[in-house]
């Protein structure tokens, strides 16, 4: 097998890990950075993080974004499981195609359309902008990205499970909590933390859909990336980062220790 | 072996009993699974659009929401028809009219398009490299590939400020290692579009070709080898081809958002690029102006219509053959 993973496709990976990983890990570096000039070194430093901490703006904005990110992917996560078994299950039903048409395309919609759009009905309702329209808005467009993660999930799923637990009388609710919701969890945890990141990184359609009072940490990023470049936005983007990495480094550790416990199950039920 | 027994013949029993119950339970379900996602898109997705539609033909005012209302039916059925009349297509005739808005949709097209090629290009090698790879480190490959996509987008965007500016790390770089004597400029340039458009959505790329090329049958190409074939016209007469659905659905996801991206044209590219995305921000956030961004939504829009329902259409053919 090593012997067809040539040269050529090692070169080719190895540059393209580097493209896609330097820039961040300089973000990175630069964030510890003594010197006022984000670009020349001057020494280590932890000071950025601790003005960091005192901005009061920045903290402000971080809760909030903390707040519209768990309220929005969970009601996503919900509303996104729903869209993609109905995308599975159902595959005969009015208006089918305007169904799917509306799931995918939020995926590839440019946002300045989406948040325009949800925009103009927040105020032809006469919903006031703030906390609560930006977080419809995130479950507006993350939901979709739930549906699409859980869908691959579900089309894979052996359907004689849920069968056997129908025909053995479970109804059609139980048969879901007991026997889809378990194998469909890793999808759905896996879908919550993509809508949590999505919510957690939106600029363009938090600035259309927030209000005062519900500045959200993109927003206050990007107003202070456009006044330029300093090593404080380094350390609160490197403390992002990291929020994230942690989440997803425990996410796939447990979803590999629930695989090797569901492996070891399987083996024992074959012994048995 | 009792209880089993039990189960057996009282299952029956109690199904054909509460069967009527039950089917009522089940159907009420199965319509609230599909009720619920299906009124939420159709209200937050759908209607906006409507909306926005509506707006683009009204005209702007000095007011909270700064545009005249169109449909309003406070005024009766006279006041209705008196509105339909006041509906007009001016801002989509100040829209053809202003050479502004032509060349920012043409630009943002062009730009799109050569990053969209580009992004193949430098994604391709990374994604057949990983599918060559031994199958036992793909998953960590495939990993590290996602990985970035999990870090903020404004982020990625911003670490090649520090990057691309004159007194940036590169420039500095090349100007100690003696490639240059004058700093480069591209920041500010459709260069600097460019390589942040290649960067940020290289992971949508490299992932549906990744898909395609791993689950290509390797034996074909060795058989053309065998068959005298040369290594690049294999390539290009198997393995590209056998890749197509991959590429396909990578360029499209890379096109269609690239097309109204706001972010990277506005950090990267500076106050002199003409994108669409950024005309529509200024026009709402810098002049105000509802109706006429509405109208460059809407144009935009239509213009990519055809683009998402290719995309929607690749995705339903992907789903079928999962299924």
């Known amino acids: 097998m090593n012997a067809t993973w040539s040269r050529f496709n090692i070169t080719s990976v190895v540059l393209g890990f580097a493209f896609l990983y330097l820039p961040i890990v300089l973000l990175i570096v630069f964030s510890f950075n003594e010197s006022k000039l984000v670009t020349v070194w001057g020494g280590f430093s932890t000071k950025w993080y601790v003005s960091l901490f005192h901005n009061q703006g920045l903290m402000d904005a971080t809760w909030v974004t903390a707040r519209v990110g768990v ?66 808005a995130h479950i507006t467009f993350t939901m979709c990205f739930v549906a699409v993660v859980v869908q691959s999930r579900l089309v894979s799923f052996d359907r004689s499970l849920e ?14 909590f007991h026997i889809t919701l378990p194998v469909i969890l890793p999808a759905i945890i896996s879908g919550w933390m993509l809508a949590f990141t999505l919510s957690l990184d939106d600029l363009v359609i938090a600035s259309f859909t927030s209000g005062p009072g519900a500045t959200t940490l993109p927003m206050k990023i990007y107003s202070q990336v456009r006044l330029g470049v300093t090593p404080e936005i380094n350390a609160a983007c490197t403390i992002l980062i990291a929020v994230v990495a942690v989440g997803v480094i425990i996410a796939s550790v447990a979803n590999k220790r629930r695989e090797v416990q569901r492996q070891r199950d399987e083996q024992a039920a074959q012994r048995g | 072996m009792s209880s089993a ?17 039950a089917r009522l339970g089940s159907a009420f379900v199965n319509r609230l699974v599909i ?7 159709l209200f937050f997705f759908l209607i906006p659009f409507v909306i926005v539609f509506k707006i683009s033909l009204s005209t702007t005012a000095i ?7 169109v449909l309003d039916f406070s005024g009766g059925i006279s006041g209705f028809f008196g509105q339909l009349k006041q509906l007009g297509v001016d801002n989509y005739t100040w829209l053809t009219e202003d050479a502004l808005y032509f060349n920012a949709y043409v630009t943002s097209l062009i730009i799109a398009a050569i990053s969209t090629v580009l992004t193949l290009i430098v994604g391709y090698p990374i994604a057949y490299g990983m599918a060559r790879a031994p199958a036992t480190i793909r998953p960590t490959l495939l990993m590290l590939v996602i990985l970035p996509f999990w870090t903020s987008f404004l982020i990625r965007v911003y670490a090649w400020i520090g990057i691309l500016k004159p007194e940036g790390l590169l420039n500095q770089l090349l100007l100690a290692t003696g490639v240059i004597s004058q700093p480069l400029i591209i920041l500010n340039t459709y260069t600097a579009i460019f390589i942040g458009i290649v960067y940020s959505y290289l992971p949508f790329m490299v992932l549906p070709l ?7 049958d390797y034996s074909l190409i060795e058989a053309a080898k065998d068959l005298g074939c040369p290594p690049t016209s294999a390539f290009w007469k198997i393995t590209f081809p056998l890749s197509l659905p991959g590429v396909i659905a990578g360029c499209l996801l890379v096109f269609i958002p690239a097309v109204g991206e706001f972010v990277i044209p506005d950090l990267l590219g500076g106050s002199q690029t003409l994108m669409i995305g950024k005309t529509l921000w200024n026009e709402f956030f810098a002049n105000r102006d509802w109706p006429v961004s509405s109208a460059v939504a809407v144009i935009l829009l239509l213009l990519l219509i055809v683009p998402i329902m290719l995309f929607q259409q690749a995705q339903a053919r992907a789903q079928e053959q999962g299924r």
């Open chain 1, 71 to 136: 309220i929005s992917a969970t009601v996503a996560t919900v509303l996104g499981t729903l869209a993609a078994i109905t995308l599975t299950r159902y595959t005969r039903f009015r208006g089918r195609i305007l169904f799917s048409g509306m799931v995918f395309a939020p995926l590839v919609m440019p946002e300045v359309i989406t948040g325009l759009s949800l925009l103009l009905l927040f105020v032809a309702v006469g919903l006031d902008r703030g906390f609560l329209t930006v977080t419809l």
């Open chain 1, 163 to 176: 069968e056997a637990a129908m025909d053995l009388g479970a109804p059609p609710v139980k048969t879901f």
């Open chain 2, 5 to 21: 027994a039990t189960a057996e013949t009282t299952s029956p029993a109690a199904d054909a009993a509460k069967s009527p119950l």
């Open chain 2, 35 to 41: 009720i619920v996602p299906y009124l939420w898109l």
């Open chain 2, 63 to 69: 007011a909270m929401p700064p545009y005249t209302p």
């Open chain 2, 210 to 216: 990744y898909s395609s090329l791993e689950k290509m």
